[in-house]
Protein backbone atom coordinates (compact mmCIF):
# COMPACT_ATOMS: atom_id res chain seq x y z
CA UNK A 1 0.00 0.00 0.00
CA UNK A 2 2.85 2.51 0.48
CA UNK A 3 4.86 1.71 -2.57
CA UNK A 4 1.43 1.78 -4.40
CA UNK A 5 0.20 5.03 -3.12
CA UNK A 6 3.60 7.18 -3.65
CA UNK A 7 3.82 9.42 -6.61
CA UNK A 8 7.51 10.56 -8.45
CA UNK A 9 7.33 13.50 -6.65
CA UNK A 10 6.95 11.89 -3.23
CA UNK A 11 9.60 12.06 -0.89
CA UNK A 12 9.85 10.60 2.41
CA UNK A 13 9.17 13.07 5.33
CA UNK A 14 11.32 13.02 8.56
CA UNK A 15 9.84 14.46 11.76
CA UNK A 16 6.84 12.29 12.18
CA UNK A 17 5.91 9.32 14.49
CA UNK A 18 3.20 6.68 15.20
CA UNK A 19 0.52 7.47 17.34
CA UNK A 20 -1.17 4.61 19.51
CA UNK A 21 -4.38 5.47 17.97
CA UNK A 22 -3.11 4.47 14.76
CA UNK A 23 -3.04 8.21 13.08
CA UNK A 24 0.73 9.45 12.14
CA UNK A 25 1.76 12.56 13.51
CA UNK A 26 3.98 15.41 11.72
CA UNK A 27 6.38 16.60 14.41
CA UNK A 28 7.99 19.25 12.03
CA UNK A 29 6.24 22.54 13.06
CA UNK A 30 3.75 23.66 15.85
CA UNK A 31 0.35 21.90 14.11
CA UNK A 32 1.43 18.71 14.61
CA UNK A 33 -0.99 17.41 12.27
CA UNK A 34 -2.41 13.93 13.16
CA UNK A 35 -3.15 12.05 9.66
CA UNK A 36 -5.18 9.29 8.82
CA UNK A 37 -4.50 7.46 5.59
CA UNK A 38 -4.45 9.76 2.12
CA UNK A 39 -4.70 12.72 4.80
CA UNK A 40 -2.59 15.78 4.03
CA UNK A 41 -1.96 18.12 6.37
CA UNK A 42 -2.58 21.65 6.96
CA UNK A 43 0.38 23.03 4.35
CA UNK A 44 -1.11 20.49 2.03
CA UNK A 45 2.30 19.57 0.97
CA UNK A 46 3.21 16.47 3.70
CA UNK A 47 0.32 13.63 3.24
CA UNK A 48 0.30 9.90 4.74
CA UNK A 49 0.77 7.38 2.14
CA UNK A 50 0.44 4.33 3.87
CA UNK A 51 2.42 3.53 7.04
CA UNK A 52 4.26 6.69 6.34
CA UNK A 53 4.58 10.30 5.96
CA UNK A 54 5.80 12.17 2.42
CA UNK A 55 6.74 15.20 1.42
CA UNK A 56 4.91 15.98 -2.31
CA UNK A 57 6.56 18.25 -3.37
CA UNK A 58 10.23 17.55 -3.13
CA UNK A 59 12.39 18.36 -6.92
CA UNK A 60 9.46 20.37 -7.97
CA UNK A 61 9.55 24.42 -8.07
CA UNK A 62 7.22 27.10 -8.52
CA UNK A 63 10.06 28.42 -10.48
CA UNK A 64 13.39 30.31 -10.12
CA UNK A 65 14.41 33.66 -10.37
CA UNK A 66 17.79 35.67 -9.46
CA UNK A 67 16.54 38.43 -7.03
CA UNK A 68 18.48 41.07 -5.61
CA UNK A 69 19.72 39.75 -1.77
CA UNK A 70 18.78 42.78 -0.78
CA UNK A 71 14.86 41.50 -1.70
CA UNK A 72 14.77 38.53 0.66
CA UNK A 73 15.33 41.13 2.86
CA UNK A 74 19.01 40.82 4.06
CA UNK A 75 20.91 43.86 3.72
CA UNK A 76 24.05 42.55 6.17
CA UNK A 77 24.73 39.38 3.76
CA UNK A 78 26.92 39.67 0.68
CA UNK A 79 25.38 43.53 -0.08
CA UNK A 80 24.41 43.64 -3.96
CA UNK A 81 24.97 40.22 -4.57
CA UNK A 82 22.32 38.19 -6.97
CA UNK A 83 20.66 35.03 -5.15
CA UNK A 84 18.80 32.15 -6.99
CA UNK A 85 15.50 31.99 -5.98
CA UNK A 86 12.79 29.27 -5.42
CA UNK A 87 9.91 28.20 -3.37
CA UNK A 88 7.26 25.38 -3.93
CA UNK A 89 3.99 25.32 -2.44
CA UNK A 90 1.76 25.59 0.23
CA UNK A 91 2.13 26.72 3.67
CA UNK A 92 1.71 25.78 7.34
CA UNK A 93 0.54 29.29 8.61
CA UNK A 94 -3.07 30.84 6.92
CA UNK A 95 -1.74 34.50 6.85
CA UNK A 96 -4.89 36.45 5.21
CA UNK A 97 -2.70 39.14 4.45
CA UNK A 98 -0.37 36.88 2.37
CA UNK A 99 1.73 38.63 -0.48
CA UNK A 100 2.79 35.27 -1.58
CA UNK A 101 -0.67 33.43 -1.98
CA UNK A 102 -0.96 32.47 -5.02
CA UNK A 103 2.05 30.41 -4.48
CA UNK A 104 1.56 29.80 -0.47
CA UNK A 105 -1.71 28.41 -1.16
CA UNK A 106 -1.40 26.74 -4.29
CA UNK A 107 -2.26 23.06 -4.64
CA UNK A 108 1.00 21.67 -6.01
CA UNK A 109 0.05 20.15 -8.78
CA UNK A 110 -1.66 23.30 -10.53
CA UNK A 111 1.49 25.30 -9.28
CA UNK A 112 4.65 23.73 -9.74
CA UNK A 113 6.10 23.59 -13.13
CA UNK A 114 9.59 23.24 -12.90
CA UNK A 115 11.30 20.14 -11.75
CA UNK A 116 14.63 20.53 -9.96
CA UNK A 117 16.95 18.34 -8.59
CA UNK A 118 19.13 19.26 -5.36
CA UNK A 119 22.25 19.36 -7.68
CA UNK A 120 20.88 20.98 -10.62
CA UNK A 121 19.74 24.17 -8.44
CA UNK A 122 23.52 24.46 -7.53
CA UNK A 123 24.77 23.92 -10.69
CA UNK A 124 22.68 26.57 -11.92
CA UNK A 125 23.27 29.16 -9.26
CA UNK A 126 27.20 28.71 -10.04
CA UNK A 127 26.87 29.04 -13.29
CA UNK A 128 24.63 32.39 -13.06
CA UNK A 129 27.14 33.63 -10.86
CA UNK A 130 24.62 33.71 -7.71
CA UNK A 131 26.64 33.79 -4.26
CA UNK A 132 23.72 32.11 -2.66
CA UNK A 133 20.59 29.93 -3.03
CA UNK A 134 17.25 31.04 -0.76
CA UNK A 135 14.50 28.94 -0.47
CA UNK A 136 11.79 31.94 -0.20
CA UNK A 137 8.31 32.63 -2.23
CA UNK A 138 6.73 30.08 0.47
CA UNK A 139 8.24 28.57 3.66
CA UNK A 140 10.82 26.50 3.42
CA UNK A 141 9.98 24.26 6.54
CA UNK A 142 7.25 22.67 4.92
CA UNK A 143 9.53 20.82 2.29
CA UNK A 144 13.11 20.67 4.64
CA UNK A 145 13.84 17.86 3.34
CA UNK A 146 14.21 19.71 -0.26
CA UNK A 147 15.75 22.88 0.97
CA UNK A 148 18.56 21.05 3.21
CA UNK A 149 19.51 18.53 0.20
CA UNK A 150 19.68 21.64 -1.98
CA UNK A 151 21.36 23.31 1.11
CA UNK A 152 24.23 20.54 0.98
CA UNK A 153 24.72 20.45 -2.94
CA UNK A 154 25.70 24.31 -2.67
CA UNK A 155 27.68 23.82 0.44
CA UNK A 156 29.83 21.50 -1.92
CA UNK A 157 30.10 24.40 -4.44
CA UNK A 158 30.90 26.85 -2.04
CA UNK A 159 27.38 28.39 -2.66
CA UNK A 160 25.58 29.90 0.57
CA UNK A 161 21.87 28.76 1.67
CA UNK A 162 19.22 31.56 2.86
CA UNK A 163 16.22 30.92 4.57
CA UNK A 164 13.46 33.30 4.39
CA UNK A 165 10.73 31.71 7.00
CA UNK A 166 8.41 32.46 9.48
CA UNK A 167 10.25 30.35 12.19
CA UNK A 168 7.07 28.41 13.14
CA UNK A 169 8.74 25.17 13.31
CA UNK A 170 9.18 22.73 16.58
CA UNK A 171 11.93 22.53 19.08
CA UNK A 172 12.79 19.02 17.45
CA UNK A 173 13.21 20.25 14.05
CA UNK A 174 14.51 23.58 14.41
CA UNK A 175 18.75 22.78 15.10
CA UNK A 176 18.65 20.45 12.22
CA UNK A 177 16.49 23.16 9.78
CA UNK A 178 18.87 25.96 10.44
CA UNK A 179 22.08 23.69 10.60
CA UNK A 180 21.91 23.93 6.76
CA UNK A 181 21.48 27.38 6.65
CA UNK A 182 23.91 30.04 6.70
CA UNK A 183 21.89 32.97 6.75
CA UNK A 184 17.79 33.87 7.89
CA UNK A 185 15.61 36.19 7.57
CA UNK A 186 12.72 35.36 10.00
CA UNK A 187 9.31 37.15 10.25
CA UNK A 188 8.08 38.05 13.08
CA UNK A 189 4.63 39.45 11.80
CA UNK A 190 3.08 40.82 15.18
CA UNK A 191 3.78 40.85 18.30
CA UNK A 192 0.57 39.41 20.33
CA UNK A 193 -1.10 35.59 20.46
CA UNK A 194 -4.21 37.12 19.56
CA UNK A 195 -2.92 38.55 15.98
CA UNK A 196 -0.76 35.10 15.14
CA UNK A 197 -4.10 33.35 16.24
CA UNK A 198 -6.44 36.03 14.60
CA UNK A 199 -4.63 36.86 11.51
CA UNK A 200 -2.37 33.46 11.04
CA UNK A 201 -3.78 31.00 12.48
CA UNK A 202 -0.71 30.25 14.56
CA UNK A 203 1.11 31.18 16.89
CA UNK A 204 4.02 34.04 18.59
CA UNK A 205 5.63 31.70 21.00
CA UNK A 206 7.05 29.06 18.61
CA UNK A 207 8.07 32.44 16.46
CA UNK A 208 9.87 33.84 19.51
CA UNK A 209 11.29 30.43 20.36
CA UNK A 210 13.02 30.62 16.80
CA UNK A 211 14.83 33.93 17.32
CA UNK A 212 16.21 32.99 20.67
CA UNK A 213 17.49 29.87 19.44
CA UNK A 214 19.37 31.69 16.03
CA UNK A 215 20.51 33.94 18.21
CA UNK A 216 22.33 32.03 21.23
CA UNK A 217 22.45 28.72 19.48
CA UNK A 218 23.93 28.81 16.09
CA UNK A 219 26.07 31.14 13.90
CA UNK A 220 23.24 31.94 11.21
CA UNK A 221 23.27 35.01 10.14
CA UNK A 222 19.82 36.39 10.72
CA UNK A 223 17.56 39.32 10.17
CA UNK A 224 14.00 39.98 11.36
CA UNK A 225 11.07 41.23 9.21
CA UNK A 226 8.18 43.07 10.64
CA UNK A 227 5.27 43.43 8.32
CA UNK A 228 3.36 46.40 9.64
CA UNK A 229 -0.46 46.68 8.60
CA UNK A 230 -2.78 50.07 9.00
CA UNK A 231 -5.09 48.99 12.29
CA UNK A 232 -3.56 45.53 12.96
CA UNK A 233 0.09 45.30 14.40
CA UNK A 234 1.41 49.00 13.80
CA UNK A 235 0.55 50.75 17.03
CA UNK A 236 3.36 52.41 18.95
CA UNK A 237 2.39 50.47 22.26
CA UNK A 238 2.67 47.12 20.26
CA UNK A 239 5.97 48.26 18.64
CA UNK A 240 7.32 49.66 22.43
CA UNK A 241 6.85 46.36 23.56
CA UNK A 242 7.97 44.23 20.46
CA UNK A 243 11.20 46.51 20.99
CA UNK A 244 11.83 45.54 24.53
CA UNK A 245 11.70 42.21 24.08
CA UNK A 246 13.97 42.07 20.91
CA UNK A 247 16.75 44.45 22.49
CA UNK A 248 16.55 42.21 25.56
CA UNK A 249 16.72 38.56 23.93
CA UNK A 250 18.24 39.18 20.24
CA UNK A 251 20.61 42.27 21.31
CA UNK A 252 21.52 45.14 19.70
CA UNK A 253 22.66 43.85 16.62
CA UNK A 254 20.34 41.93 14.78
CA UNK A 255 19.05 44.20 12.16
CA UNK A 256 15.44 44.41 11.82
CA UNK A 257 13.47 45.19 8.89
CA UNK A 258 9.95 47.46 9.05
CA UNK A 259 7.73 46.64 5.97
CA UNK A 260 4.70 48.20 4.43
CA UNK A 261 1.90 45.63 3.51
CA UNK A 262 0.18 46.82 0.10
CA UNK A 263 -3.85 45.06 -0.35
CA UNK A 264 -3.47 41.60 -0.78
CA UNK A 265 -5.33 38.23 -0.81
CA UNK A 266 -8.06 38.28 2.06
CA UNK A 267 -7.27 41.45 3.15
CA UNK A 268 -7.57 43.80 0.14
CA UNK A 269 -9.66 46.16 1.90
CA UNK A 270 -6.80 47.71 4.75
CA UNK A 271 -5.26 50.40 3.37
CA UNK A 272 -1.43 50.69 2.51
CA UNK A 273 0.89 51.51 5.10
CA UNK A 274 1.70 54.76 5.38
CA UNK A 275 5.55 55.71 5.15
CA UNK A 276 5.19 57.46 8.33
CA UNK A 277 4.28 54.62 10.11
CA UNK A 278 7.20 52.81 9.17
CA UNK A 279 9.52 55.86 10.12
CA UNK A 280 8.18 55.94 13.79
CA UNK A 281 8.58 52.23 14.21
CA UNK A 282 12.05 52.51 13.14
CA UNK A 283 12.61 55.30 15.64
CA UNK A 284 11.04 52.99 18.30
CA UNK A 285 13.64 50.34 18.04
CA UNK A 286 16.19 52.45 17.39
CA UNK A 287 15.45 54.85 20.81
CA UNK A 288 15.68 51.03 22.45
CA UNK A 289 19.26 50.67 21.44
CA UNK A 290 18.70 48.18 18.30
CA UNK A 291 21.00 49.75 15.76
CA UNK A 292 20.00 48.83 12.22
CA UNK A 293 16.20 49.07 11.76
CA UNK A 294 15.04 49.62 8.24
CA UNK A 295 11.74 50.31 6.62
CA UNK A 296 11.62 48.52 3.31
CA UNK A 297 9.16 48.50 0.45
CA UNK A 298 9.61 52.35 0.21
CA UNK A 299 11.67 54.78 -1.51
CA UNK A 300 13.23 55.71 2.15
CA UNK A 301 17.51 56.70 1.90
CA UNK A 302 17.36 57.14 5.53
CA UNK A 303 15.59 54.02 6.60
CA UNK A 304 16.88 51.77 3.76
CA UNK A 305 20.77 52.72 4.28
CA UNK A 306 23.15 51.36 6.77
CA UNK A 307 24.35 53.73 9.26
CA UNK A 308 27.85 53.38 11.60
CA UNK A 309 27.15 53.26 15.09
CA UNK A 310 30.32 54.07 15.66
CA UNK A 311 30.36 57.46 13.80
CA UNK A 312 26.66 57.80 12.37
CA UNK A 313 28.56 57.99 8.58
CA UNK A 314 26.05 55.87 6.41
CA UNK A 315 28.08 53.01 5.17
CA UNK A 316 25.72 51.78 2.42
CA UNK A 317 23.71 53.77 1.06
CA UNK A 318 20.28 52.13 -0.46
CA UNK A 319 17.38 53.19 -2.42
CA UNK A 320 14.56 50.45 -2.28
CA UNK A 321 17.15 47.26 -3.53
CA UNK A 322 19.74 49.67 -5.31
CA UNK A 323 23.06 50.28 -3.40
CA UNK A 324 24.61 53.42 -3.69
CA UNK A 325 27.38 54.99 -2.20
CA UNK A 326 29.46 52.41 -0.23
CA UNK A 327 32.13 53.37 2.85
CA UNK A 328 32.78 49.77 4.29
CA UNK A 329 36.18 48.20 4.04
CA UNK A 330 35.17 44.75 4.64
CA UNK A 331 33.22 44.94 7.47
CA UNK A 332 34.82 48.41 9.43
CA UNK A 333 33.50 51.67 8.60
CA UNK A 334 35.95 53.79 6.41
CA UNK A 335 35.71 57.16 8.50
CA UNK A 336 36.13 55.51 12.10
CA UNK A 337 37.08 51.93 11.76
CA UNK A 338 33.79 50.28 13.73
CA UNK A 339 32.89 47.08 12.77
CA UNK A 340 29.88 45.98 11.25
CA UNK A 341 28.12 42.83 12.07
CA UNK A 342 27.18 40.68 9.10
CA UNK A 343 29.14 38.95 5.86
CA UNK A 344 30.64 41.33 3.87
CA UNK A 345 33.45 41.47 1.33
CA UNK A 346 36.11 43.93 -0.38
CA UNK A 347 33.95 44.64 -2.64
CA UNK A 348 30.04 44.84 -2.99
CA UNK A 349 27.89 43.08 -5.58
CA UNK A 350 26.78 44.71 -8.51
CA UNK A 351 23.86 42.93 -9.24
CA UNK A 352 21.30 46.17 -8.68
CA UNK A 353 17.68 45.98 -8.23
CA UNK A 354 17.25 43.60 -11.17
CA UNK A 355 14.91 40.50 -10.64
CA UNK A 356 15.51 37.92 -13.11
CA UNK A 357 13.15 34.30 -14.32
CA UNK A 358 15.42 31.29 -15.14
CA UNK A 359 14.81 27.68 -16.02
CA UNK A 360 16.96 25.28 -14.13
CA UNK A 361 17.76 22.08 -16.05
S1 LIG B 1 4.56 20.71 8.51
FE1 LIG B 1 2.53 20.52 7.54
S2 LIG B 1 1.80 18.44 8.05
FE2 LIG B 1 3.52 18.92 9.43
S3 LIG B 1 2.53 19.71 11.31
FE3 LIG B 1 3.05 21.48 10.01
S4 LIG B 1 1.23 21.89 8.77
FE4 LIG B 1 1.00 19.84 9.64
Request: aromatic share 10%; charged share 25%; glycine share 8%.
Amino acid sequence: MATDALRASDHPARWWRSRPDGRLECRLCPRYCKLQEGQRGFCFVRQRAGDQVVLTTYGRSSGFCVDPIEKKPLNHFLPGTSVLSFGTAGCNLGCQFCQNWDISKAREFDRLGDAASPAAIAATARRLGCRSVAFTYNDPVIFAEYALDTGRACRDLGIKTVAVTAGYITDEARPEFFAGMDAANVDLKGFTEEFYHRRCLGQLQPVLDTLVFLRNETRVWFEVTTLLIPGENDSAAEIDRASDWYAAHLGPDVPWHFTAFHPDFKMLNTPRTPPATLTRARDIARAKGIKFVYTGNVHDAAGGSTWCPGCGAVVIERDWYELGAYHLDGNRCRACGCAIPGLFERQPGRWGARRQPVRVS
